[in-house]
Structure formats: structure tokens, C-alpha cells
């Protein structure tokens, strides 16, 4: 396996890690370098894969992946701590889906064409891995979910309903066509969604810290509707053992700034949780009020669209070199 491919299939790869988990646990609590070592043994890395152990390598990122499952686990009660640092299960083993990664599953599906609401569902059972589970609690889980998000997506005018299929809106796509390298990338991002827009920032910052031969102790997802108003952190340290946890707030934006109130929810957060650095990164710009206030603050940077599309040419994460131009990686957004 190659490290791009691994990152191009991210989401789908951080989904079977949190299906795996449950089944690593069933025996009992375990500390999280067993769950992690146990996940890269069912891992489809090959041998020389997992005897990669540069910081940078695929064996690294793949354990990154399973770290951030475990921590999204943990976020949502389904596994807990106890005192001695073990994980274990806090309720019987079972699909682990919410309602928001549902409803970004339905808009990415429907991109492809128009649905009925039963291919819509089976598609959902099939990609959240419900149909690999001995109960059929997960088939209905998914299936109330699914029943209560089409109505509520085609009233939001996300979605519309006609001749019995469901197909996306004019306003959930993206109208404009790109005049430039930068609006294409930044219009690719925009398309695939608000953890998308999460997972890449989050394999953006780690590739960037390599890149300057920093330390890279984690990188964990933390995004979700409950996230606390922090959806990446990091843990880096530079040669000389000097440690920062970097707090990121992502905000995938497509009309409109990042406001003032925004900046300062993420302020609030930022300080709640000990950050020593904190990034505010989106695809779009930030409101002239909160550009005057990042002014004030000397331990949380913000990173706009340009300062973004700089980054990912830098580290080649979604953009790729061909001499001196530069391209979309297509099949990096391909998932």
C-alpha cells in the first residue's frame, strides 16, 4: 500500500478501524498501544509496510488513524478509561454511526446521481458497515436515521424529491466554474464536505510539521457536532525537546467570512482546553473584525483560503507538481 493512497481513502479506512475496535475489546480492557498494535495487525499493510518506521512513513499514519478513532470513540461514550489507563467497551459492540456523518454520506452518494430512498439506505448500510454485524439493530438504526434525514434535508433545500428519487439541490452543489489553479482546489475542498475539510487540514498540518523536521507526537480528528469547538490536535516537539499542543478550529466556507463571534467561540475553547498554539483554518477569508482581533492574540494564527492553497502546495497534500506547475490531485479527492 501506498502512503497516498491511505490518505485518498482516509475516511473509509478511520470507518473499519472504528468497526475493528469493538471486536479488539470484546475480551476485556486493554491499554491503547495493544488496541493500536492489535488494529495494525488486521491492518491491509504489508509486511514491509509495517516495518516502516520512519515518522513520516505509512505505519505512522496508519496508527495516527487508529488513534484518532479511538479518540472519536471515547468522545461519544462508546469506549471508556478506567484508572489504570485500559480502554474498554462501555455498551454492546455495534455500528458506530451518528446523524451528521449520515447526512454528509447522503449528500456525497447523491452527487453521483439520483436515488430512491431504499438504494439511498442500502448504500448507507453497506458504507457504515451494518451489513457485516450479526444483530439487525444496526440495519435499523441507520434506517430511523436515514428516514428522519431525507424529509429534513429536502425541507433544508439541500436535497430535492421528484418521481420517487431524491437528487441534490442546485444550491448544495457547486455552481462555479473555476477560472484558476487556486479556485479549483479551493472548490474541490468546498465539494467534499465539512470532515473531509477536517481529516485534510488535520493530514495538511502533520505533513507540514515533518516537512521542517518537527516532531509529530499525535494528530487526532476531534471534529464532530460535540467537539467542544475544537476539531484537530496536535502534539509537536522540535529537536530540541521544546513540546506545543496546537489546537485547530476548520471552517469549510463557501459565500461567506469567518465572523468575529466564530473566532471568539474558538478563543474560548482554545484556552478552555490548555492549548499552547491554536490555527484557525478555512477555506474562505476572515471578517475584517476578526482579522483585527487575531492582531491581539499572540498564541492563535489564522489561515485563509490563499495562506491554505500556499500550504498544500508546499507539502503537496491535494496538490501535486509536475516540474514547476502545479495540479489538483484528482484521486486525492477521489473518496
Same mark, same amino acid.
Given at each position: 500500500? @501506498? ?29 491503547? @498501544? ?45 469506549? %471508556? ?137 499525535? %494528530? ?5 457536532? +460535540? ?48 492549548? =499552547?498554539?491554536?490555527?484557525?483554518? !478555512? !477555506?474562505?477569508?476572515?471578517? @475584517?473584525?476578526?482579522? @483585527? ?10 489561515? +485563509? ?11 503537496? %497534500? ?8 502545479? =495540479? ?8
Amino acid at each position: 500500500m @501506498k502512503t497516498e493512497d491511505l490518505k485518498r481513502d482516509y475516511k473509509m479506512y478511520l470507518n473499519q478501524i472504528k468497526r475493528q475496535i469493538p471486536e479488539i475489546l470484546k475480551n476485556g480492557p486493554l491499554k491503547r @498501544k495493544t488496541i493500536i498494535d492489535k488494529a495494525v495487525e488486521l491492518s491491509p499493510l504489508t509486511p514491509d509496510d509495517k516495518k516502516d518506521f520512519r515518522a513520516s512513513g505509512i505505519l505512522a499514519l496508519y496508527r495516527s488513524i487508529v488513534g484518532t478513532a479511538l479518540q472519536r470513540m471515547q468522545q461519544y461514550g462508546d469506549i %471508556c478509561v478506567n484508572d489504570h489507563n485500559e480502554i474498554s467497551l462501555s455498551k454492546k459492540p455495534s455500528v458506530i454511526v451518528r446523524e451528521a456523518e449520515v447526512a454528509r454520506y447522503i449528500i456525497e452518494l447523491l452527487k453521483t446521481g439520483t436515488l430512491t430512498a431504499k438504494e439511498i439506505l442500502l448504500a448507507c448500510i453497506k458504507y457504515f458497515g451494518a451489513d457485516k454485524t450479526p444483530s439487525a439493530s444496526d440495519d435499523d438504526d441507520i434506517d430511523t436515521l436515514v428516514r428522519k434525514l431525507l424529509p429534513s434535508l429536502t425541507k433544508r433545500g439541500k436535497l430535492t424529491y421528484a418521481y420517487g428519487k431524491y437528487s441534490l439541490s442546485s444550491d448544495t452543489m457547486v455552481i462555479k466554474k473555476p477560472t484558476s489553479l487556486f479556485e479549483e482546489f479551493i472548490a474541490m475542498l468546498n465539494s467534499k464536505g465539512g470532515e473531509f475539510f477536517e481529516n485534510y487540514s488535520a493530514l495538511l498540518l502533520d505533513n507540514y510539521y515533518r516537512s521542517i523536521d518537527m516532531n509529530v507526537g499525535y %494528530c487526532n480528528v476531534i471534529g464532530g457536532s +460535540d467537539d467542544g469547538g475544537i476539531d484537530v490536535m496536535l502534539q509537536v516537539s522540535d529537536q530540541l525537546g521544546f513540546e506545543d499542543k496546537i489546537l485547530v478550529q476548520c471552517k469549510q466556507k463557501t459565500n461567506s467570512a469567518v465572523t468575529l463571534k466564530e473566532l471568539k467561540e474558538f478563543v474560548g475553547a482554545f484556552y478552555v482546553e490548555k492549548g =499552547t498554539r491554536g490555527i484557525f483554518m !478555512t !477555506t474562505s477569508r476572515f471578517h @475584517k473584525e476578526a482579522s @483585527k482581533l487575531f492582531g491581539q492574540l499572540h498564541d492563535i494564527i489564522p489561515i +485563509d483560503g490563499p495562506k491554505l492553497f500556499e500550504l498544500a502546495k508546499k507539502c503537496q %497534500c491535494g496538490l501535486k507538481a509536475d516540474g514547476e506547475q502545479y =495540479t489538483v490531485d484528482k484521486e486525492f479527492f477521489a473518496v
